[in-house]
C-alpha cells in the first residue's frame, strides 16, 4: 500500500486548507485512515481519524469543529478539510493507513505512512 499525501501550503491565520491523501495498492474495507501532525521538537500527534467501512470519525480535541475528515471511496481519498487555522497548527501532516477498522490515536498502531505535506500558518 502507498499513500499520497498533497495539499499543504501556507496560509494565514484564519485560513483553509484542505489536504488529500490517496491510496494505492492492495487494500480492504477494513482499514482506518487517520491524519497526524508533527510540529518541530514535538512528538507526532493524532489530528483525525476514519473507519473506511461505516465512515465513522475521530478527532482531537485540538481541532474540533475546525477539521473535517471526509473519504470518497472510488478514488481511494481521504481528505482533510482544516477551516480556522491558527498559528499553532503548523506543523509536518501525515496520513497514514492501519489494516483494522479501529481508528487508534497512536502512530504506533498504523501500518502505512505517507510522505507528509508541510501546513504552515501565518499570524
Known amino acids: 500500500v502507498q499513500l499520497q499525501a498533497s495539499g499543504g501550503g501556507l496560509v494565514q491565520a484564519g485560513g483553509s486548507l484542505r489536504l488529500s491523501c490517496v491510496a494505492s495498492?492492495?487494500?480492504?474495507?477494513?482499514?482506518?485512515v487517520g491524519w497526524f501532525r508533527q510540529a518541530p521538537g514535538l512528538e507526532r500527534e493524532f489530528v483525525a481519524g476514519?473507519?473506511?467501512?461505516?465512515?465513522?470519525?475521530y478527532y482531537a480535541d485540538s481541532v474540533k469543529g475546525r477539521y473535517t475528515i471526509s473519504k470518497v471511496s472510488a478514488k481511494n481519498t481521504v481528505y482533510l478539510q482544516m477551516n480556522n487555522l491558527k498559528p499553532e497548527d503548523t506543523a509536518v501532516y501525515y496520513c497514514?493507513?492501519?489494516?483494522?477498522?479501529?481508528?487508534?490515536?497512536?502512530?504506533?498502531?498504523?501500518?502505512?505512512w505517507g510522505q507528509g505535506t508541510q501546513v504552515t500558518v501565518s499570524s
Open positions: 497514514a493507513l492501519r489494516w483494522g477498522s479501529t481508528v487508534h490515536r497512536s502512530a504506533e498502531r498504523y501500518n502505512f
Open positions: 476514519i473507519r473506511w467501512s461505516g465512515g465513522n470519525t
Open positions: 495498492g492492495r487494500t480492504t474495507n477494513d482499514v482506518a
